[in-house]
């Protein structure tokens, strides 16, 4: 196992006449794998799985090993989470105050219980109308998405694991999603928008709810709350 450079690659490319090239137990970037079957198209390459790559400032992740990654933004160019649908083994990302809009790359990286995809400065650019795509990461404890043009949370209702959710300053149009996760401990909905928290009843786990900045109309669902700690509704 040593691993082939750029160099190494560029050499194999120029051996056209191979009919058979074996490379396994070398690592190979998906990259350096794809330029070695254009240049041979005729080639039948053994190998190992290729790993790929994301690029956080000078800080490279390989699919094949992250299990944390940390891109606190605003980081130049980070507007895409393409290529971390195959990085299976990831358990916890922060990208903060980016300018990622497409969720979708996420629904492979179903280890995940920490997601933080928030806009805590002025620079954050983070944006999501779909969170379709995070239904699938039914091992998520935590979820941070506050300040993210976030209207709909009805995606998260296979979210059973999950014990904090951060959606605040997001206008939401409602909360029916969050009915059924009676793992929540900590949830924030300041400056939602919202007006009615009857989905609000059956979390009788939740320790801490942050409703500040709202006009709630009726505050009977928090009469069943018994674990409630920390109450914030100014």
Do not use: M, W
């Not at 350096?32 to 490279?60: M, N």
């Not at 650019?125 to 709909?152: H, I, K, M, Q, Y």
């Not at 300053?169 to 300041?190: A, E, F, H, Q, W």
């Amino acid at each position: 196992d040593i691993g082939l450079t750029d160099e190494d690659i560029e050499i194999l490319c120029g051996l056209s006449s191979l009919k058979e090239l074996s490379i396994e137990n070398n690592e190979i970037s998906a990259k350096s794998l794809s330029t070695l079957e254009t240049a041979l198209p005729g080639c039948g390459i053994l190998h190992d799985v290729a790993y790929f790559e994301f690029t956080v400032g000078e800080t490279v992740y390989r699919s094949t090993d992250a299990e944390e990654i940390l891109a606190e933004g605003p980081v130049e160019g980070l507007d895409s989470l393409q290529p971390l649908q195959f990085f299976t083994k990831l358990t916890k990302l922060v990208a903060n105050d980016n300018a990622i809009t497409d969720l979708y790359p996420l629904e492979k990286c179903v280890g995940l219980d920490y997601l933080s995809l928030g806009n805590y400065t002025a620079a954050g650019r983070n944006r999501f109308d779909d969170l379709s795509p995070l239904s699938a990461l039914t091992e998520l404890r935590t979820l941070l998405l506050p300040n993210c043009g976030v209207r709909d949370l009805s995606a998260l209702h296979t979210l059973g694991a999950l014990r904090e959710l951060d959606a605040s300053g997001n206008r939401l149009s409602g909360l029916s999603g969050l009915s059924g996760l009676t793992s929540l401990r900590t949830l924030n909905l300041n400056s939602t928008g919202i007006t009615e928290i009857s989905a609000l009843s059956g979390l009788h786990d939740l320790v801490s709810l942050d409703l500040d900045g709202n006009a709630i109309e009726d505050l009977s669902p928090l009469y069943t709350l018994s674990n409630l700690a920390i109450l914030h509704i100014n």
